[in-house]
């Protein structure tokens, strides 16, 4: 009997090592089959350009097929819960940005951990906010922001992109610290908060920045500010907040790469490397630019760190502003 068990238990283990063996092996040509990379918001915006660029230039190094699909809802929870109940084996993976973590500190709870349920891959790029003005409204700057709220208490209204979205916490975070009174105007996404502030729907607009710059540079939005500390390439005319004396805002959309929990390291390794090398392109870098996406290069213990550091930041902000999820 004991002879049988050992016999058993033998097989068993052989059996184990040689799953092992295989799956090692399948890592180390990945990929050998199609790979999805879903961007839990609309087209256009700063993750689908990242995921379209670097899609297409990972099919020609791979050989293999790397679909975009678009699947936005619930401020991007609905793609990113898809990723998370995945399989951990990299051919499923999101493209988030920093809308993830603004929704969880204003929701309290997501029906996944942004820390725990996600494999942190790389953060690829910028983009900073501006706050804008209908031509209409005649406020130019932050001075005149205040000054106008000031003499016309609880009749501004602002547009962002989303509850919980970088945009809706950066107008919230101008709100605590001037003291400006304005009523928030959800929408679904930037661009219909864009067309209600240029035809005056709306007095003010929180967005990417880079959907309005055409706008501005040909005067028919007016920039209050942008949210980084240096000026922003698209509107290089357009003042930061830090530059009219809010030096405590210096602030970005970020996009990052993450796939399901429990990514093998050997996969990680190998998007980060790969993607490393195409941001390092001056052509995509110049392209992602004009597009209004700075490249950034980043590793997945940044990116995990971020997550980390903007969920404390942004929970602390949400508590001192007694922000709600309207």
Known sequence: MFSNYVKNSLACL???????AMSVQAQSNYPTRPIKMIVPYATGGGSDILARAIGAKLQVLWGQGIAI????GASGNIGTEAVVHAPSDGYTLVMQNSTMVGSAAISGKLNYDPEKDLTPIMVLGLT???IVASESSKIKNLKDLVAYSKANPNSLNYGSCGIGSPQHILMELVKFETGVKANHIVYKGCAPAVTDVVGGQVQLAVVSANLVSQYVKTGRLQSVGISTAKRYNLMPQSLTFAEQGLKSIDDSIWYALMGP????PEIVKKWQTEVTKILADPAVRENLSNAGVEA???NPYDLGNLIKTD???FGKLVKSANIKAE
Do not use: C, F, H, Q
């Open 14 to 20: 052989i059996g184990i090592v040689g799953l092992s």
């Open 69 to 72: 699909e678009n699947r936005p």
């Open 128 to 130: 900073p906010m501006s």
């Open 261 to 264: 929990a429990n990514l093998p």
């Open 296 to 298: 950034y290069d980043g």
């Open 311 to 313: 969920l404390a930041k």
